[in-house]
């Protein structure tokens, strides 16, 4: 996601937006690994029919910490499997980070060595693609057999929360307004020298968490999955931190959540529908925050905000002349839940790197 490097790059970030997406030397690797991404999508369509044909129905839905796509019975010898792919491909990621923090120190964004590790992240992020849709299909079951959903969900979660403290000292918490104590400059350094560790196991665990099957739910994510690991691949690059681009990988969410959401409601009855939480608390993120590192005029902003707001009376309106979604809900102020939860997480990220910095501070003293 959007960082200025986990390294010392050599980058003038007044400059950085002006420099043309294509003459970046890895925008060849970007547009092929987006191809790759929208195809790794479809093979997953099209190969629905047989795994429908070699595993017997799963377990019905019982509610929203339940996760439907695992096999009725867990088989041990499955699971090592499964775990053992998903510790290669960590292992394989974590590695070749480290390989990078030791040798591209003092780089300029775009040194040509570099390329050689997008080029590396980008085999990985292929190879073991195509073995997680080869397990699928042999074995089906991803981690979800051994772990609670809650522990994928959290990842993201985490992840999105620390990227808020990131990138507070460039667009602001809320409305362009900085936090300027616990999420200081040198706070959201901490996170930036640390953070592609953190961020590559929530990406990498909750790829694993995941069957490769073909529900609109999973479809969705795994194309976001996709995203996400260009966005890990292209580190080092100009492309990394490109405005525009990080907004896309960064609101993408939006759209995965309520897909999510909707295709649960159609799925399995469920009552009442929570899409609109999930749609109203992202896009309140958009609003509230992401916008505002995009340097837009003053007009663009309340234009969206007021957007925003159309949407929240039209979602809430009585029939016919809304969607009528229960005034009660409203008053229950669903559309911040998820703000709230992201901006506490948060808070207390930056807490925790606080108190680390306060400690380390005493020793070198």
Known sequence: MNSYMAMETKVNTAELDKLSFRKSPAFKIWVGLLIFSLIEVILIFLL????????????????????????????ALIMVITWTFYGAHQASVWILIYWAHMNYRNKTLDDKKILKYVGSMAGIMI???????????????????????????????????????MQNPKRGLFFGKKEKKLMRPEVAKTFMTSHQIIFSWALVYTFWFHPMDSSPALLSGFFFMGLLFIQMTLAYTRIHLNKWWVLIVESYVTLHATIVAIAQWLDFNGDPP?????????????VFTYIHG?????WVRWFILATYVLLLVFIYLPLPFGFGRELTYLLRLEFLWIPIILYLIAFIAAALAHIYLIIKNKRIN
Request: no cysteine; hydrophobic share 45%.
């Open 274 to 286: 929570m899409w609109p939480m999930f749609l109203l608390g992202f896009l309140a993120m958009l």
């Open 48 to 75: 629905e029919p047989l795994l429908r044909t070699n595993f017997p129905p799963l377990n019905p839905d019982t509610g929203p910490e339940d996760y439907y796509w695992t096999l009725n019975t867990r088989d």
């Open 127 to 165: 190879s073991f693609t195509l073995l997680h849709l080869l397990q699928t299909h042999v074995w089906y079951d991803g981690l979800a057999q051994d772990v609670p959903i809650l522990t994928s969900q959290g990842s993201v979660i985490v992840m999105l929360s620390i990227l808020l403290v």
């Open 294 to 298: 995009l340097g837009l005029r003053n």
